[in-house]
């Protein structure tokens, strides 16, 4: 059974920062794209960032360039979200994905696999 597990997710003031975690299991991503979008109240699901498994690349949306970074470890299957400078307009409900179609996506529909999805709160 294929599974995507956030956490990490949690309120922090304007400037902080936190690291969210995606743990996988269920088979191999090594040939993914690793995604993470996010969900505000009353908004559509959002492109944050991407990862191929395989090599590294990344991809981010503008308004996080310089301030998120997303990776992954290998060893320990797990894909992560360094979020830094937080501000209010981060919060939302951050999920994980996989793409099994290695094109990079920012478009939620390409993505085979989602994870629960774990809430930020930046207070202002």
């Known amino acids: 059974q294929v599974q995507l597990v956030e956490s990490g997710g949690g309120l922090v003031q304007a400037g902080g920062s936190l690291r969210l975690s995606c743990a996988t299991s269920?088979?191999?991503?090594?040939?993914?794209?690793m995604g993470w979008f996010r969900q505000a109240p009353g908004k559509e699901r959002e492109f944050v960032a991407a990862i191929r498994w395989s090599g590294g690349s990344t991809y981010y949306v503008d308004s996080v360039k310089g301030r998120f970074t997303i990776s992954r470890d290998n060893a320990k299957n797990t894909v992560y979200l360094q979020m830094n400078n937080l501000k209010p307009e981060d919060t939302a409900v951050y999920y994980c994905a996989a793409d099994s179609t290695r094109l990079m996506s920012t478009t939620a529909n390409r993505y085979d696999y989602w994870g629960q999805g774990t809430q930020v709160t930046v207070s202002s």
């Open positions: 269920g088979r191999t991503f090594s040939s993914y794209v």
